[in-house]
């Protein structure tokens, strides 16, 4: 770890405190030693964009963050609430924690309506009218209105994906995680996920997203986290990180990507 | 190019004589078939005496069932043909498609034609066509107005059914001012039906809780659910009917196996349910991890992911295999004989010992083989219908 690290990433910033992970580390049940004392701070209304190479952590800490993976030292605190192994302090976490897979997994046995107004109604107990009018709504704003009723599988990848952000915005969340949201897309239907995305940060949405895009990073991001090797090796705004790594495996990630 | 446009001639050229082996192995099992089935005809119409069939028919559907209580038999069947006709006919709507035209010409035939055919008397003949006229009623009646009933209603349907099925045992069996009568005294074909329906239900459930107490992350919870699938699976139906006979009555509360058929219908249950387990352990294999991850990030509890989003999925993928395995249940039925219940094989093995059908036992076996047919040909039809209407709308993701 960079003695620069604490310093930066604990910059006096007014803003509310949204995710603050301290020293987490984290073992997969086969011994793999997968984070090593990550230390990550997220405030309200902040897009952080987390780079780095393959297998060098950044899903896994994602996921640590709405419980998908558990960890076994450190803390995390997600909205004031910390997690633990406590079913219904996760399930608190959840509702407030939006999360938009690599894969979508849109269920593919509901509609897409459907699929936006299943978790609010059973998760929320909202009334399904209400909810139904909000998710097109959602679906309005990330343009696709028009194939609510269809089921994903009838929908190209890109709007798959767009699906995908309305149902986590659906229920309303504080956070919003994306694991590599275009990395399974075909190139043409990259720019239309980023858009609503940008769109999102905009809003003020705060937003924790591993990515490989460099210029959505480089135009959205407020700050770039690089991770090698289960832990973080660099934080600082894009400018800076894009033209003046301070890391050595920063600059190596960088001259391997462009 | 649509094969169903072309001209007879030419397409049964192309279908059945497109080279001279094709040819050849198209004449071969037209004049198989032709002889084989001119063979059949001929026995069932001259040298067959129906007779055995014809003076035990009531023996053979529902065994040594009180003479002066059968009301209550024909009360069900009507109740259940009713129902299905309606079920039908809320499911199908007001048109009337070449399937079901063709279906309920079949069930004319059936409820018509059957019973004259087979020489049973003027009443009971009389009651068959009442109870065919009622299904046909109701689904031609729900067909009409279903639409107009309120979403509240139709939405009772599913639970038309098991209250139904409860109401038939409680009519079967009696009690509450009915007389009563006891599993002994029910026998033949509606011993069967109650044994296999009986086992089909219960070890759905069972099945589906074995299952996911095999991929449960609760070590003990997972070892006895691997340890009860693979124990059953490894032993033969007809032994653990034996030693279930014997160790059940210890085993059980006294109200849950009071007798040797509810016994032997416990059995069957536990029985298939491992089968039905390892059949829904494929389903829920071949979901990914991400309709799991995707639920429980969207604030889904465990029951709610369950029951909402992994069920659902798992289940339309484990439909075949289980409802494989529901047909054969109804077919190991006929081990009950063996353990010395009449189900449907025992009846037909008295029937057969008794002298004055000596050697008779050709036609008492045809009609079992009919029987057993037509109730596993329904429930494969109704299976693909049910897999027909949970894939309609995800056809295209399928790869
Ligand atoms: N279930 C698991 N069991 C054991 N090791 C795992 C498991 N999942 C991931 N790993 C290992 O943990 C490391 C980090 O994985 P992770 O998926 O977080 O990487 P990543 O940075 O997201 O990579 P990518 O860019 O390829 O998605 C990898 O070396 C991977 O092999
Ligand atoms: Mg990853």
Redesign the interface.
């Known amino acids: 770890m960079t003695e620069a690290m604490p310093s930066l990433d604990t910059a006096a910033d007014p803003r509310a405190v949204m995710i603050e992970a301290r020293g987490v580390e984290k073992w997969y049940p086969n011994g793999f030693h997968a984070l090593r004392g990550v230390n990550l701070t997220v405030h309200q209304g902040e897009v952080v964009v987390i780079m780095g190479p393959s297998g060098s952590g950044k899903s896994t800490f994602l996921r640590t963050f709405?419980a998908?993976e558990d960890f076994q030292k450190g803390s995390i605190v997600v909205d004031g609430i910390e997690l633990s192994d406590d079913?219904r302090r996760i399930?608190a976490i959840?509702?407030e924690?939006?999360?938009v897979?690599q894969?979508f997994?849109?269920?593919?046995?509901l509609?897409v309506l459907d699929n936006l107004t299943?978790?609010p109604t059973?998760?929320r107990h909202r009334n399904k009218a209400e909810v139904q009018k909000q998710a097109l709504e959602l679906l309005g704003r990330v343009g696709i209105h028009e194939q609510a009723h269809k089921?994903?599988?009838?929908l190209s990848g890109g709007q798959q994906q767009r699906v995908?952000i309305a149902?986590?915005l659906c229920?309303e969340p504080r956070i919003l995680l994306f694991d590599e949201p275009t990395s399974a897309l075909d190139p043409e239907m990259v720019q239309e996920v980023l858009m609503v995305m940008q769109e999102l940060a905009k809003e003020g949405m705060t937003m924790v997203v591993v990515t490989h895009e460099v210029r959505f990073a480089r135009q959205v991001a407020d700050r770039v986290v690089l991770m090698a090797d289960g832990d973080v090796v660099e934080i600082a705004p894009p400018e800076q990180f894009f033209s003046a790594p301070q890391h050595p495996r920063s600059r190596q990630f960088l001259s391997q990507i462009s | 190019m649509n094969h169903r446009l072309l001209p007879l001639a030419s397409r049964l050229r192309r279908e059945l004589f497109a080279t001279p082996l094709d040819g050849l192995i198209s004449v071969g099992l037209v004049v198989g078939l032709g002889a084989g089935l001119q063979a059949l005809l001929h026995w069932a119409l001259t040298q067959a005496d129906w007779a055995v069939v014809q003076a035990n028919s009531t023996l053979l559907v529902v065994g040594r069932y009180p003479l002066e209580q059968q009301w209550r038999l024909w009360l069900l069947t009507a109740l259940l043909c009713g129902a299905a006709g309606i079920t039908w006919g809320l499911l199908r709507g007001r048109g009337w498609p070449r399937s079901d035209r063709l279906a309920a010409a079949v069930l004319l035939v059936l409820g018509v034609v059957l019973p004259a055919s087979l020489g049973l008397t003027a009443p009971i003949q009389q009651r068959w066509w009442w109870i065919t006229g009622l299904l046909l009623l109701g689904r031609w009646a729900a067909g009409c107005w279903g639409a107009a009933l309120p979403l509240r209603w139709r939405r009772l349907l599913p639970l038309a059914w098991p209250v139904l099925y409860l109401l038939g045992l409680g009519l079967i069996g009696g009690g509450l001012g009915l007389m009563t009568v006891r599993p002994s005294q029910w026998g033949g074909l509606l011993l069967t039906l109650i044994e296999a329906s009986f086992a089909i239900l219960v070890c759905f459930p069972l099945g589906i809780a074995l299952a996911l107490g095999r991929r449960s992350a609760l070590p003990l919870l997972r070892w006895c659910s691997t340890l009860y699938i693979e124990f059953i699976r490894g032993a033969p139906l007809i032994t653990l009917l034996f030693l279930g006979q014997n160790i059940l009555g210890f085993l059980l509360p006294g109200g849950l196996a009071p007798d040797r058929v509810w016994r032997a219908a416990w059995i069957l249950t536990c029985f298939a349910a491992a089968y039905v387990a390892e059949a829904v352990r494929a389903g829920l294999a071949a979901l990914?991890r991400?309709?799991w991850?995707?639920?429980?990030?969207?604030?889904?509890?465990m029951a709610?992911t369950l029951l909402?989003?992994v069920l659902?999925?798992a289940l339309?993928v484990a439909l075949p295999a289980t409802v494989g395995q529901f047909i054969t249940l109804l077919q190991d039925t006929t081990l009950l004989s063996l353990i010395g219940l009449l189900d449907l094989l025992g009846v037909a093995r008295a029937v057969m010992a008794n002298p004055e059908f000596l050697g008779r036992n050709a036609e008492v076996y045809l009609v079992l083989a009919v029987l057993f047919w037509c109730c596993c040909a329904a429930l494969g039809l109704g299976s693909r219908a049910l897999e027909h209407r949970l894939n309609r709308?995800?056809?295209?993701?399928?790869p």
């Open positions: 709405n998908l079913v399930d959840r509702r924690v939006g999360m897979f894969q997994n849109l269920f593919p046995h509609s299943l978790a059973l998760v089921f994903p599988g009838q995908a149902r986590s229920m | 990914p991400g309709q991850e995707a639920a429980r990030s969207l604030g889904l509890n709610q909402h989003v659902p999925q339309r709308h995800s056809l295209r993701s399928e």
